[in-house]
């Protein structure tokens, strides 16, 4: 069985886990996970990773993420989303002086980087518990900010109350929370309505499989359907190794930088390290005593 990744076009309705147990069963696989939770109201580009693919879960997860949201100014509510219970509507006569100008100004303002407050419902935990159970146990716990960045935010639409937007960010960016900033900027208050991620690092929605045409693949060629690991990296720089050095990394010795000729190598710049047979056989760093460490290796 390979290993790599799968881009699934996630359905609504269903849980990310959810959509990795029907990814499991039908490979007929002991392990697969995901790179990144979508919301079960969420869809789009869910990638999952297959056997030794779930060592470079971490890779995408910090990688940078493309969004098709949709936003409804005017009532807030408690998980930010419209899944939530409504804390505030907005007046109908102070809407009504709502216009494109202001919404376009407002959206437009947070691009960049800034630190964002995670929602108290969200996967992220406290004391091993995910803070929306605790939420939903009236336990409402606030993460601090974290840093994030909006590299572009462009209005595709807008319907008022509705704005449609595309939304190119960093990892551990939230959408809903964003959603929410914008309803508190504006003073109307917002929720996100939908959701649609389209890109995960250098994987794109149109790559992806919908969910039901994949497990009515056989077997054969749902295999066919995972990226193998050393093309699921290629963002990285990457080095074509003879044997010799191959039989290093299996056996776990010490790679030089004179043993290895990567142009323009920084410490801590991950690197893929790749044999004659174009397999993935181990993921290094360069450290500052210019000597390679081993965050994954594959060969063995």
Not at 230 to 237: D, G, N
Not at 245 to 263: E, M, N, S
Request: aromatic share 8%.
């Amino acid at each position: 069985m390979k290993s790599g990744i799968i881009a699934i076009h996630k359905p609504e309705g269903i849980s990310s886990a959810r959509v990795v147990a029907r990814v499991k069963k039908a490979l007929g696989v002991k392990k697969v996970g995901h790179t990144g939770t979508l919301d079960p109201f969420a869809t789009g580009l869910l990638l999952c990773a297959i056997n030794k693919g779930t060592r470079i879960s971490r890779f995408f997860l910090d990688g940078h993420k493309r969004y098709i949201a949709r936003i409804c100014l005017g009532v807030e509510t408690d998980t930010y989303d419209l899944t939530g219970k409504t804390v505030s509507t907005a007046q109908k006569s102070i809407m009504d002086s709502l216009n494109s100008e202001d919404v376009e100004q407002a959206v437009k303002s947070f691009i960049g980087i800034q630190d964002q407050v995670p929602p108290v419902f969200s996967a992220l935990k406290h004391e091993g518990q995910p803070l929306y159970k605790l939420a939903r146990q009236g336990k409402k716990i606030q993460k601090p900010p974290r840093r994030i960045e909006f590299f572009d935010i462009s209005i595709k639409h807008i319907e008022l109350p509705n704005i449609d937007v595309e939304v190119f960010c960093s990892s551990g960016t939230y959408i809903r929370s964003l959603a929410f900033d914008i309803g508190q900027k504006l003073g109307y208050g917002a929720h996100l309505s939908k959701l649609c991620r389209t890109q995960s690092s250098e994987f794109k929605l149109e790559d992806a499989i919908q969910l039901d045409a994949f497990e009515r693949l056989d077997q054969t060629t749902a295999q066919q359907r995972i990226v193998p690991l050393s093309h699921c990296l290629e963002f990285m720089p990457g080095i074509v190794v003879d044997n010799s050095i191959a039989k290093k990394i299996k056996f776990g010795q010490k790679l030089l930088k004179k043993d290895l000729d990567v142009p323009l190598a920084k410490p801590d710049q991950f690197i893929r390290v790749i044999d004659n047979n174009n397999d993935l056989l181990a993921i290094i760093q360069l450290n500052k005593t210019q000597e390679y460490k081993y965050c994954c290796v594959f060969s063995s």
